[in-house]
């Protein structure tokens, strides 16, 4: 008997050893921070563009020391973590190899090594924290973000509101109103997964969630709100399934027909759907990006031009300056996170990616039935799946999303239980 009470008390004891420091908690959100860019229109203005500004760059290198910090906490977690992901190992090796294709070598030996930073980043959020404390990070990192924001906005309207191109919408921190609408359609999809991991401060997590959804609308981002919608509803759908077989066979039918429902429509009536979402049948241009990167992508299938070399060439006569002719206008990005990683990286770098998409999903979907953890996961893949259709947030150097993408799909293959084992 006395030895059964020893060894309950010994695991409590553990229990709390595993329990992350203050310091750590700090570390991480100081490094989520960092990714967000949020700082960078309030401190350089409109004009900042990190591809062209080495001080932009080097204020990355904050982040990456706090994410070798995290690692060198508990290096053994760090390694049984990334063992765990041999897609993303894969994928990590085509950019690293891609330097030798390049059309622009210097560029994908920077941006490859940001990319690899960011990367590193996140596992080191699934191999620190279990499924609580990781969703702890994350909203007290948005509540951060949700003050700075209305205090930009209110306070200071030369920074936080639109005056040119959609005058009145609210951008908070950063350059332009979508951004600050998918930032917070994810705040709040992550903030509401909290309140039900952390029901003792349910109300505090939950007003936050609130006030992220007055952000959302004040933005004006209709793509949002249907990100924030979807997010929301995929929330439920986990949360339904969790309380017992019944319930979680009623929710998978009922979610399934919808899919397929809202799938029809969209093929069916098209141009009612991008009304909806304010868009036109070019989603604001992007289908020409599209269809002039893909004359590009079949000059060069298999490898591409390099990871994130194309969209800074100014030779005048690389990929870029035939994407910019046939297209009538100079894109950033790909806006869609499939053809980025063929532009990029071609055949073997998208079916690196795909893998590791694959195999995140799968485990995801798993969860829904077995990890509570699932409610911070699948809202946010789910959400991140939408918006990666539209933009290039996939393996994307000094990212926010890229780097807790990373730190939930590694989560989901780390337990708690697995990352208890010292």
Known sequence: MTSVASGAAWDRQEARTLEPSLLTVLFAVVMLLIY?????????????????????RVAFLPAYGLAFLLVLGRPWNMVRVTIRQPFLIILMGVVAASIFWSIQPDVSIRRGFAVGCTTVSGLALASRFKWLDLARVFSITFCVLIVACYIACIAFPSIGIMTELFPGA???LWLEKNSLGG???????LLCATALLDPRHARVWLGFAALSVGLVIMSQSKTSLASLMLGLMALGFVWICQRGPAYAAAATWTGVTGFLLLLAFIVFASDVFFGILGKDATLTG??????????QIELRPWLGYGYAAVWSDKSGWGPLAWIVHDAKFTPQHA?????????????????AWGFFYLQTMAVALIAVFRDRGAMLAFPFLIVFTLVSLTESIAVVYNDFRWAVFVALAAKLAFSDRAQEKV
Not at 36 to 55: C, H, I, N, R, V
Not at 287 to 293: C, L, V
């Open 36 to 56: 967000t860019g949020g700082w960078q229109l309030p401190l350089f203005g409109e004009k900042a563009d990190e591809s062209a500004s080495g001080l932009l």
């Open 170 to 172: 609210w951008r908070g």
């Open 183 to 189: 930032m917070m359609a994810l705040g709040c999809c």
């Open 286 to 295: 992007r289908t020409q990006i599209w269809e002039a990167a893909f004359r």
């Open 335 to 351: 806006h869609n996170s499939w053809i980025e990683q063929l532009v990029g990286m071609g055949v073997v770098g998208l079916t």
